[in-house]
């Protein structure tokens, strides 16, 4: 499942991320940081959800020395009120003003305590837009984050786990099946944005795998105008609890599709892949890397400065002084070019003048020691042939006798002989070590249980030894 905003990853950003997603009787916890060496994993787990988790989580902080630069809170669904409406595309500039319009309209909260978020996309036609709403109450959100910032966690964005997890517009209609201990979610996403979500308890009465399968089919009917003739495309499952299997069968059998897992972003699988020993929480993976607007955030996002890690401050250390050499390297290079040239000048000219007496002997020395490379050389041309024959002799069978040997240096040798095996002969001469390939091999006729022979083989140059 593919997400939009994954392929760009903009929290990518030198930042890092806490998640926490909070579930039925867990919560989610994931904190990704970003590296010159890509993204990594500092922490994945699912604790449980008691009073003790805050204080745990801030104690794992502390021990990290370093703040998060993003802490995002995903609510219990059963907090936010979730409703989905549709707009002409005129109205976009005034959208704030509608959505306030309708809410007061629909949202059965007090205005002094209620709180707003929303995310709007353009819909294929171009001429209406959707928008996803979310509401909530500002008492309930503050007494659920209280136990977090006591505990010295700041958070920065709160919304719902749903209006994050958006498919992009280019991909199918999507059945988003979220499971927990107390509660199965059903969320249908199209082009880019959250059409229409519902909650069912697993305790409540008359829950069943016809209930649930008859919840979705209804969901697909009423928003059929907007999926378009094929319906849903694709059915996907996720969550803290498993979905039985009798109900996965009916949902498959009901539309026809195979219901896939919540697959992790391409961009942290190679991080996620050494948390193999816990549980691999795709919701909060996905969640991370999703960048939804700032109106999707049910609080004020505050103001407040991250603390530089150890590791960033020797590293800006670094560049400071990186920076006063280039720039003291500068200075020197434009402010004293021509006495540095000058005194270079003076030096040559008394090297010159030190010097001279004895270039000529220089000369001779140059001289005597080319005469003595040629030599060298001459010598170890004549051992080298020597040293070839030897090797050519000692690899040779007993029964065969040489009669010619052609030599040219560098290139290739030829011999020619009699043998009473010749056929062997082109495998040894071949497992000579100066010898590269055979070239060619010729066997003649048989003369005294002796047979002639005459054999080309190239030689390996210096460069190929």
């Known amino acids: 499942m593919s997400f939009k905003n994954m392929p760009e990853v903009k929290w990518m950003a ?29 922490l994945m787990e699912r604790v449980p959800r008691d009073e003790q988790m805050p204080e745990l989580l801030a104690q794992q902080v502390r021990a990290a020395e370093k703040t998060p630069a993003r802490v995002l809170v995903c609510l219990p ?55 996803n709403l979310l509401a909530a109450r500002g008492t309930e959100i503050s007494a659920f984050l209280e136990p977090l910032t006591a505990a010295g966690i700041p958070v920065d964005e709160v919304t719902s786990l749903s209006s994050l997890l958006v498919p992009d517009a280019d991909s199918a209609p999507t059945l988003l099946v979220l499971t927990d201990d107390t509660q199965v979610e059903l969320v249908l996403f199209a082009n880019g944005l959250l059409y229409d979500s519902l909650l069912v308890g697993r305790q409540s009465a008359g829950f069943c795998k016809e209930m649930l399968v008859d919840a979705a089919r209804r969901m697909a009917v ?6 378009g003739a094929e319906g849903i495309g694709r059915i996907i499952c996720a969550g803290a609890a498993e979905l039985p299997e009798e109900f996965r069968n009916s949902l498959e059998t009901s539309f026809g599709l195979h219901i896939h897992p919540l697959e992790i972003p391409e961009a942290l699988r190679p991080a996620a892949s050494s948390f193999s020993d816990g549980p691999v929480l795709a919701e909060a993976l996905c969640t991370a890397v999703a960048v939804p607007p700032p109106t999707l955030n049910l609080i004020e996002r505050p103001r407040r400065t991250v603390s530089l890690s150890r590791r960033t401050l020797i590293i800006a250390g670094l560049c400071i002084l990186l920076t006063a050499e280039l720039l003291a390297g500068w200075l020197i290079r434009t402010v ?31 001289d005597l ?36 040997i052609t030599y040219t240096r560098g290139d290739n040798i030829q011999i020619k002989g009699r043998s009473k095996t010749p056929d062997r002969i082109p495998q040894l001469v071949q497992s000579i070590p100066f010898v590269k390939t055979i070239e060619e091999s010729d066997i003649g006729k048989k003369d005294d249980q002796y047979f002639r022979f005459s054999l080309s083989a190239a030689l390996r140059s210096t460069r190929n030894e």
């Not at 009423?222 to 999926?227: C, F």
């Not at 008394?350 to 270039?359: E, M």
């Open 14 to 42: 030198g930042r890092s991320s806490l998640i926490l997603i909070f579930r039925d009787t867990a919560v989610d916890v994931v904190w990704l940081e970003q590296s010159l060496l890509g993204p990594a994993i500092r």
């Open 77 to 131: 669904r059963a907090m936010v009120m979730q409703r989905t409406l549709f707009y002409p595309a005129a109205v976009q500039n005034d959208l704030a003003q509608m959505l306030q319009f309708e809410v007061s309209r629909h949202v059965p909260l007090p205005e002094a305590d209620r709180r707003v978020a929303f995310a709007s996309m353009p819909l294929p036609d171009g001429k209406q837009i959707g928008v």
């Open 222 to 227: 009423r928003h059929r105008e907007l999926l």
């Open 336 to 366: 004293a070019p021509d006495v540095a040239l000058k005194a270079v000048k003076h030096e040559m000219v008394d090297l010159k003048r030190s010097a001279a007496p004895i270039q000529s002997v220089k000369n001779q020395n140059r």
């Open 369 to 404: 020691r080319s005469e003595i490379e040629q030599l060298d050389a001459l010598g170890k041309t004549r051992v080298s042939v020597m040293s070839m024959l030897k090797v050519l002799s000692d690899t040779l069978p007993e029964d065969t006798y040489l009669q010619g």
